[in-house]
């Protein structure tokens, strides 16, 4: 298994292509997100801590592979419905965006509202108006 600190989204660059930033991302994959969030967070707050084998537990590893697997994608999946609401800094080519994001942002993207929806979208977009 990787280490903790590889599983962590934190503040820096990311490169997303334009298509990947235009995937689907409804109640669905909301409710997935928010499933799999229950089932891997505690095992990755429990890594490298004498917890974590208490967690490791209630799962075999193989099948706990394939939910951190799951969980990666699904919360990338959030972070870029997240950040369609913002601006790229910078683009590659046609078909990168380039996004300086915050730990903050990482924070509200993981943590907050799901980024579904008409009503979302506007709601961020005043509150970037309003900064």
Do not use: C, N
């Not at 994959?29 to 208490?54: H, K």
């Not at 994608?73 to 683009?91: C, E, K, M, V």
């Not at 509200?108 to 979208?121: F, H, I, M, Q």
């Amino acid at each position: 298994m990787r280490p903790r600190e590889t599983w962590a989204l934190t503040a820096g660059t990311y490169f997303i292509s334009a298509t990947t930033l235009q995937a689907r991302y409804g109640e669905h994959e909301e409710s997935v997100y928010q499933a799999l969030r229950q089932i891997a967070q505690p095992l990755l707050d429990a890594m490298g801590t004498p917890d974590s084998a208490e967690v490791l537990r209630r799962f075999p590893l193989a099948q706990w592979h394939d939910v951190l697997v799951a969980y990666e994608g699904i919360r990338h999946a959030r972070l870029t419905a997240f950040l369609r609401s913002y601006s790229p800094d910078d683009f590659i080519g046609y078909s990168i965006l380039v996004f300086s994001v915050s730990q903050a942002d990482i924070t509200e993207a993981l943590d907050g509202p799901a980024p579904l929806g008409r009503g979302y979208l506007e709601r961020t977009l005043r509150e970037q108006r309003m900064k």
